[in-house]
Every structure is written in C-alpha cells, then in structure tokens.
C-alpha cells in the first residue's frame, strides 16, 4: 500500500521512473531519489538494462510417437474429463459470477460445451473501468525491466507449464488441429510477447541526437492518459494475448472483451499473466455482450484507445461511434484495428503450377478458412489451368476433415452456426444456379447435424467480378477465376480493384520481371506481400502483420509500428544556465 501511494503522488505530480533497459532516463529520470526508492526499494534503476536476445519459440512438429503428441493427447483427454469449465469475469482481482451465463460449444461437436461463461453487465464494466484507472498510476510508473519481465516469464510459462492446456483449449473450443493450435497458441503468442519486450526497448532508446550547449534534450514515451479498450477474435487465442499485451506493456490498462467462441483459451491466457506477476486491475476481464461493453467504454470520458480484431462491417460501426463521441473524450482516442481479407494467389504464366496449388490448398484450408489471411480466390492464367486444377481437386479431396483429438484430421468445422449459414447460403445458391457464373468444382457439401461442417471447397468462376470473388465468406472456400496467359497486366489491375479488402497476397512467377511487374501493379492490395509463398503464416519478428484499405489500419501487429501507437511521446529539454538579458545581437544597434 506505501509503494503504491507513493506511485499514485509521483504520476500526479507529472513524474515518471526511468523506464527504459538501455538507458536509464529514457523516460525522463525525474522522480526524486528518496521517493524512487522508497517505490522500489528492492530493484533500484542503477543500471541500463537489456532484454535476453529473443527468438521465435521452437516448434514441435508432433510426429507419431513425439513425446510431445503424447502430452497434447494426454491433455486433450484431461481437459475433456473436466469440461464443462465455468470461467468468471475477473475485475480488480476478483473473480466475478453474474449468473448470466452462455456456453462456448465445440464447433465440431456442439451438443458439448467446453465452458461456459458470465457476462459482464454496464455497472461491473463501469466498476472495471474505475479499477484500471486506479490501477494506472502505479503500473504506468513501473520500471520498464519489471514491465518486461512479467511478460518474458508469461512467455516461458506459456511455452513450458501451459503449453498443451492452452493448445488443447484451443483445439476444443475454436476448432484447430494440432498444428494450427501450435503455430498460434504456442508460438504466435509467445513470440509476441518476447519481441515486444525488445521492439518496446527499442522505442524507449530513441533519444534525441543533439544537444545545443548548456541543454539537455530528452523524449519520454508515456502511456495514452486513460483506458484501452481490447475486443479479440475467436480465430487466433494468440491475437487476444497480444491485443492486450502490447498497450499494457508500454503501461497502460486495459479492458479485455473476448470472444465468446474463444473465451476459454482467452481466460486461461489471463490466468496465466496473473501467475507471471501482472498486478490486479491493470487487465480487466470483461466477457460480455459487445453492446453493454461499448455503452459503458465507448462513452466514458478516459476512454483513450481501442484495440481491435474481428469483422470489418463491426469496425467501422464502432469508429463511427467513437467518432460521434469525440467531445466526450479527453483526448483523441487512438484507433487499431485488423478487420476482414478477400485475399489472394495471383499465377503467372511462368509460375510452378504444382507448387502454387499445393500452397492453395494449404492457404485457403488450413483452420477452416477462418484465417484472417486465408486465400479465397485465385487468378490462373489459362496454359497452366489444367495441371493447376488437376492438383487443386486431388489435393483438396485426399483431405481429412472431423474432431480435432484425431490428429490426422487435417479440417474440423467452422466457428458457429452464424459462420455456417452464411457459407451455406452461398454455396447452395451457386449449386441451384442463383448465383451466375460459378459452379462447384469440388467439396460444397454442408452438414451440421453433430458440427458445422462444411467441405473444403472451391469455385469456379467465369466472371472475375463472381460474388464469391468480391465477398468475404471466412470460411473453407476458394474460387478460381482463368484468365488469358497474355494479360497479365491487366488482370492484375483488375484483380487490385475487386476487392475493397487489403490483407495479404500470393505471387506465383518464374520470371523476374513478371515479379516486378505484379509487386509493383499490386503494391496497395495487400499489407502482407508474398513471393511465390501461400498468404498465410506471417511469424513474429519475420512479417509483421496487417493490411490496409477495409482491412485496417496497418499498424502492423508483431512490430513496433504498433507499440508506438499506445504511447504518447513528451519532448523534455532541460536548460544549466540561466540567461542574462532579453535581447539578441540582431536587436543591437550598429
């Protein structure tokens, strides 16, 4: 209680601990010495300090016979024997049960629930709010190596104690086989939080490089004068972790709204920060319906910053609210967000056409097609159509689809029976002709008798401006458009324009200069840009993620561009001596 009244009087009184590993004073090292240490007695600032050398998470490829197949099925058959789970709101510390529950389902399986959770009604997210913001003072004045530290061990907790609770968690209740679960809920989201730790190092040891005489110049990164709001996606347990983790570790707070189809993971995800030492108040967990946590952030004058991933229709919605409550706010908000993708593989006629298929299949399959990034439609040009179909359609049959503990099933299902509708009303148009230009070239069967099924399945179109080339449908479909072999160019121009969407992007080409060309005709269709790769599979720390145009707005999560939007720099310069009159020499007479 001492320290923190201590932090309360010097974030009141405008000062700030030197925050930064490499430079002691990064922030600006204006707390007194007595009240500094008398805050932190125990770890006093006495050196600069630098984050351990981060990597990307080793991943296990969970072969038969792997020691580490036989811990993911030993936590699988854990976790079903303790289903379903109940999971609280937790707001300052305390674990919340409102009575107003809903269940997250399996969505292979959605007669059984994993857990079920409480939602949040506006008076506990208003009590939420009030606790981040009493929270603030001390956790925003921490010592950016405390800060850091509590995330690099959240990270080695998760890598090692957590690893197959939280994969199989992810596995159960957001559909992922085993290596989806790994690529995200191991390693995505431990790789976000180590890398931040230096990207944030990074940013703090930015410092202005001159100096006139008799002055000191220095630049403080404070946190945004307020509250973060995070409302995270089912698809990526990873993105929820890092959604709230990046504004926290440049010491803001945060209000955490997950999604209801990955709560569980996102709860478990929490715990797990709590265990690393991230103090109570400073992430609120609010699960809840979106309306009741928008009314009671969205309005409150502190509200400082959104963080966002989901549907680009619900994105703009919220900014146009946060908009219209502009002279609500004190200060403007700073608005994230990664919203939706009608991505694309674009062939050339020198491309390989079997490899482009096989990345296709992998692209636009892989998790359901409920990746952000996921291909959903492909232009071929028409000398390499027959052997890329012929590979297409073989691939796409051999794969395995049903519940997630069987690890050769390489598709389970999609999220919910709102995901499943949607992608069944498309595709039963396009079978009883309704839809013109397209036809089913392999998979479009639907079934959600035990899980919302619906077969890997792609499209052939012969219009290039075929709905299922302009709309997104977040699912496991791909249409194909054929196009003549020799106009490249102005397909590409056209292919820029179909989409309002700017995600990620697959070039396929032999030719160098027809790699030039498409990189260059399609430079602002896609935030993510690949080169004979599928669009999927950005890593921490190697492509930065994210898109522009109805995709979001690029700040490029697993980067510093995205810390650098939860903070807000001060410029100091400090003057050693005093001057001696007013004027200067272009004021003297001659």
Not at 171 to 188: P, R, S, T, V
Not at 200 to 205: G, N
Not at 387 to 410: H, R
Not at 428 to 441: E, Q, R, V, W
């Amino acid at each position: 209680m001492q320290i923190q009244r201590v932090l309360r009087s010097i974030a009141s009184t405008g000062l700030r601990a030197a925050a930064s590993p490499r430079t002691a004073g990064a922030l600006g090292a204006r707390i007194p010495r007595a009240a500094y240490s008398s805050a932190f007695p125990a770890v006093p600032q006495l050196g600069r300090f630098q984050v351990p050398a981060v990597d990307n998470e080793p991943m296990y490829n969970y072969a038969p016979g792997s020691p580490e197949r036989r811990k993911l099925q030993d936590a699988l058959v854990e976790m079903r024997s303790q289903m379903p789970f109940e999971v609280p709101c937790i707001v300052n510390g305390e674990k919340i049960f409102t009575k107003d529950t809903l269940n997250q389902p399996l969505p292979f399986d959605h007669k059984t629930t994993l857990a079920s959770f409480h939602n949040a009604d506006k008076n506990l997210v208003e009590k939420a709010i009030e606790g981040a913001l009493k929270a603030k003072p001390a956790w925003e004045a921490m010592p950016y190596n405390d800060r850091a530290a509590i995330f690099l061990k959240a990270a080695d907790l998760l890598a090692h104690k957590y690893r197959y609770k939280v994969m199989a968690a992810t596995m159960l209740g957001q559909g992922k086989n085993a290596w989806q679960a790994e690529i995200d809920a191991a390693a995505e989201l431990a790789d976000f939080w180590r890398f931040n730790t230096q990207y944030a190092t990074d940013i703090y040891s930015q410092q202005p490089t001159k100096n006139a005489p008799l002055t000191w110049n220095r630049m403080e990164y404070r946190a945004l004068e307020g509250f973060v709001v995070a409302y995270s996606p089912f698809n990526f347990t990873a993105i929820g972790g890092n959604l709230v983790g990046a504004p926290v570790l440049m010491g803001n707070v945060c209000i955490w709204k997950p999604s209801p189809t990955g709560l569980y993971s996102s709860y478990l995800v929490y715990e797990i920060l709590k265990e690393a030492g991230l103090p109570d108040g400073v992430i609120q967990f609010v699960p809840g319906d979106a309306h009741v946590v928008t009314d009671a952030t969205f309005e409150h004058p502190e509200f400082a910053g959104f963080h966002f991933t989901g549907s680009t229709h619900v994105f703009k919605h919220l900014w146009q609210r946060i908009g219209n409550n502009i002279n609500t706010y004190k200060s403007y908000p700073r608005i994230v967000g990664e919203t939706g993708g009608k991505n694309m593989h674009f062939l050339h006629k020198s491309a390989d056409a079997k490899h482009a298929a096989l990345q296709t299949v992998r692209s636009a399959f892989e998790y359901n097609g409920q990746k952000c990034s996921a291909c959903s439609r492909v232009y071929v040009p028409d000398n390499l159509w027959e052997e890329y179909k012929t590979e297409l359609v073989a691939q796409t049959k051999q794969i395995k689809q049903g519940p997630v503990d069987d690890f050769t099933n390489f598709m389970s299902s999609v999220i919910n029976k709102q995901s499943f509708d949607k992608i069944k009303g498309y595709l039963s148009d396009i079978a009883s002709g309704k839809t013109p230009n397209s036809s089913i070239l392999v998979g479009g069967k639907c079934d959600d008798s035990v899980g919302y099924t619906i077969e890997p399945t792609v499209v052939l179109a012969t219009d290039p401006k075929a709905k299922t080339m302009v709309d997104e449908l977040f699912g496991p479909v791909v249409t194909v458009y054929v196009y003549p072999a020799d106009k490249y160019e102005e397909y590409l121009e056209i292919a820029d324009k179909t989409s309002a969407y700017a995600l990620t992007c697959g070039l396929f080409a032999q030719d160098r200069e027809a790699v030039i060309v498409g990189s260059n005709k399609l430079r602002n269709a896609a935030g993510n840009f690949y080169i004979n790769d599928k669009s999927t599979g950005a890593v921490v720390g190697q492509q930065a993620f994210g898109g522009g145009r109805a995709s979001g707005t690029n700040d490029k999560a697993g980067s510093s561009l995205n810390l650098l939007r939860w903070v807000s720099p001060r410029t100091i310069k400090e003057s050693f001596v005093p001057i001696t009159g007013v004027q200067y020499p272009s004021n003297l007479k001659e």
